[in-house]
């Protein structure tokens, strides 16, 4: 199973990106994907996780800013980030649970800055 993270870059206050992630080794369409984020000094975060069935479920600070969305056709998940701040700042991982492992993308760097 590998994980190819990607779209992480540096923006300015109220700014967006839109982070990919590519998966192999799996059937991609069965499966939840989840982001996390880990900003510097601090533990890593549940950000946003959306089912097989493109069900959605997002982390309190995401407060309506983020969307994600999955492509099946191209074994990919999205994160949109809308309305990004200083606080957002961190290295942003993809993860999906396979039998009963969790396996991470190598994640990509959000810096919000002016």
């Known amino acids: 199973v590998q994980l190819q993270a990607s779209g992480g870059g540096l923006v300015q206050p109220g700014g967006s990106l839109r982070l990919s992630c590519v998966v192999s080794?799996?059937?991609?369409?069965?499966?939840?994907m989840a982001w996390y984020r880990q900003a510097p000094g601090k533990q890593r975060e549940f950000a946003a996780f959306?089912?097989?069935?493109?069900?959605?479920d997002y982390a309190g600070f995401v407060k309506d800013r983020f969307t994600i969305s999955r492509d099946n056709t191209k074994n990919t998940v999205y994160l949109l980030m809308n309305s990004l701040q200083p606080e957002d700042t961190a290295v942003y991982y993809c993860t999906v649970l396979f039998k009963s492992r969790r396996y991470w993308g190598q994640g990509t760097l959000v810096t919000v800055s002016s």
């Open positions: 080794g799996i059937s991609f369409n069965l499966y939840g």
């Open positions: 959306i089912s097989s069935s493109d069900s959605a």
